[in-house]
């Protein structure tokens, strides 16, 4: 069947593999459970497919654009101006129909800060999405809603870091195009490009075109064109819109970006470092409206938020507080939850346990059925059984002993203009991006990496690696050295098509079929989603792919390069307690 040569992955270089991993699972499964998983794998890939298409077309429709924020107009006529947002009863559902809220308050206090938090997949983005697009049912449209995205999409990366500042300003960037429009229709001009329409006219130069054209011969017409065009006017001034240029390059230069930086494109930036997190968060801490963030970084949500919506079972839960806060509160109230479930559950035995001891009794038949009624009504208001989830956690196998230093880096110096091309005038060695670098690695080693993006934390991670020579220096390893590498694109190294058990076993090729499915199994990737193609993972599942490659190695050294950005809260816990109980050398 098509959905068969699709669910395991058969083409000519992986075939014998799949048969046999198809031949080993049909073997320990019944029909009736082979039907049911083929329609479930069938059903993740048309939703999988219809996902793909869907991005593909956005991407499309934002060709040329740095896509790194989303707002749609708000309109100020409406409302009574209330800052507070206040809705019931609201839902949010996939494109597909599945349901993410379902009857959900949400409750946004004006000048409040919220951290929302909940597992990879649950609907976070999607939420933020439809709120910045005004698509929950009942949102107020007077409000002016933002919403940024976590990265550029690769459709903006040629546009210049300055441009996509601007562009973020969407309400500057629409009422200038439509000045435009308005000017040309009351000038009475046909030109459709020109200079003029390619650039920004200011609000100065627009007054005086307003009051010569007010002294015109106009009709209807022309005086509702006319009056529109004042109120755009009015607007971009009350906006600043002459000085955005100036303001935007000014932040940048307030967050360490050179000229060249700021009118280069953003395919050539990096991540975000440790100073543009601190700038985000005093940002944060001194706007004065209403902000809503996603993070998986806990001391930033500690730093900035003021309270904390928890989406879980499709409902949105507020509490007071920071990060820790909430944690700390979210633990008592499961502790209470508890307690009242272990109550009512005491007294229900104590007065079945009367109830069955009498009930043959006819001098406490009234007692019994007394009782009996009690218990039913019991029943009735009966507290919910608390669900304690249970914290997945895996472990990093220690590795033997080897020589010291395991791993030495003497009088290292290194420069891309230099490995790259050599015919090119060498820089200056006090230019160079790493000068006379040394230090050792051991076992016991457990180095942290810090430095401005640029500095060459990543450059000095791949030498170490041997994915780069040394221009001058040396680096030099034990022979029996298996180093462990961790990033935060760690899981795009795998071929999606492929499912995990195949992707682990290309990988590591001396490895069996059902001792791999057992050792993901430790990695709560098991059954079908062990066989499934990656692509129907979710996020947090394909992290765990990658945390079981990391593991299966049994390094002696981990290189972890920014190993965070994309994982939830729960893996980065596991991970941080798996790196702990590590008793090799780590480099962060």
């Known amino acids: 069947m098509e959905t068969n040569k699709y669910l395991w992955g058969q083409d000519n270089k992986i075939s014998a593999m799949t048969n046999e991993q198809r031949d080993a699972h049909d073997s320990t499964t019944s029909s009736k459970d082979r039907r049911k998983a083929r329609k479930e794998l069938e059903a993740a890939r048309r939703e999988y497919e219809a996902k793909m298409a869907m991005l593909k077309a956005q991407e499309e429709g934002e060709a040329g654009k740095a896509s790194v924020s989303h707002m749609v107009l708000p309109d100020y006529r409406s409302g009574r101006n209330e800052k507070d947002i206040h809705l019931r009863n609201i839902s949010l559902s996939l494109d597909n129909g599945t349901p993410l809220l379902d009857n959900g308050e949400l409750k946004l206090a ?103 054209l007010k002294t015109s011969t106009s009709d209807e017409s022309f005086n509702a064109d006319l009056k529109r065009l004042e109120e755009i006017n009015n607007r971009l001034q ?60 806990r001391s930033f949500l500690n730093e900035v938020c003021t309270d904390t919506i928890e989406f879980k079972d499709r409902k949105l839960n507020y509490y007071k507080g920071d990060y820790d806060t909430y944690v700390r509160t979210s633990e008592e109230n499961i502790k209470n939850a508890m307690r009242v479930y272990q109550a009512y559950k005491d007294k229900r035995e104590h007065m079945m346990e009367f109830i069955t001891r009498f009930r043959a009794a006819a001098n406490r038949a009234k007692l019994v059925q007394s009782r009996i009624k009690a218990v039913e009504k019991m029943d009735l208001e009966a507290p919910e059984e608390p669900v304690v989830e249970q914290l997945w956690r895996f472990s990093i196998p220690n590795p033997g002993p080897l020589g010291r230093p395991i791993i030495a880096i003497d009088d290292v110096w290194f420069d891309y203009s230099v490995a790259n091309d050599s015919t090119v005038a060498k820089k200056p060695k006090e230019e160079w991006i790493l000068q006379q670098v040394n230090f050792g690695i051991d076992l016991d080693s457990r180095l942290g990496i810090l430095g401005p993006n640029g500095a060459g934390k990543s450059t000095l991670l791949n030498l170490i690696m041997d994915r780069l020579t040394p221009n001058k220096g040396s680096i030099s390893r034990n022979g029996n050295l298996r180093i462990g590498h961790f990033t935060q694109h760690s899981a795009d190294k795998f071929d999606l098509q492929l499912s995990a058990v195949e992707n682990m076993l290309n990988i590591f090729e001396k490895a069996d079929d059902q001792g791999m499915r057992s050792f993901l199994g430790k990695f709560q990737i098991q059954n079908t989603d062990a066989l499934k193609p990656m692509m129907m993972l979710s996020g947090g599942q394909k992290s765990r792919v990658a945390f079981a490659s990391l593991a299966y190695q049994q390094p002696h050294v981990i290189v972890m390069d920014e190993p965070t950005n994309h994982l939830d809260m729960e893996s980065i816990d596991a991970l941080v307690e798996a790196v702990q109980d590590f008793n090799g050398g780590l480099i962060v």
């Open 110 to 212: 004006y000048n409040r800060r919220y951290g929302l938090v909940g597992k990879n997949g649950v609907g976070k983005t999607t939420l933020l999405k439809a709120i910045a697009a005004f698509e929950i049912e009942g949102m107020p449209r007077h409000h002016r809603i933002l919403h940024v995205r976590q990265e550029l999409t690769p459709s903006g990366g040629e546009i210049s870091v300055l441009n996509a500042v601007l562009e973020a300003d969407v309400e500057r960037n629409t009422l200038i195009e439509e000045e435009k429009v308005l000017l040309k229709r009351l000038e009475g001009t046909d030109n459709d490009g020109g200079e003029e329409n390619n650039t920004t006219v200011g609000t100065a130069s627009v007054k005086a075109k307003l009051d010569k």
């Open 238 to 297: 009350i906006l600043g819109s002459d000085s955005a240029e100036s303001r935007a390059s000014m932040i940048l230069f307030g967050l360490q970006f050179t000229t060249s930086m700021i009118h280069g494109p953003t395919s050539a930036l990096s991540g975000c470092d440790l100073e543009a997190v601190l700038w985000l968060e005093s940002y944060l801490n001194s706007y004065r409206h209403t902000v809503i963030v996603v993070s998986h970084d």
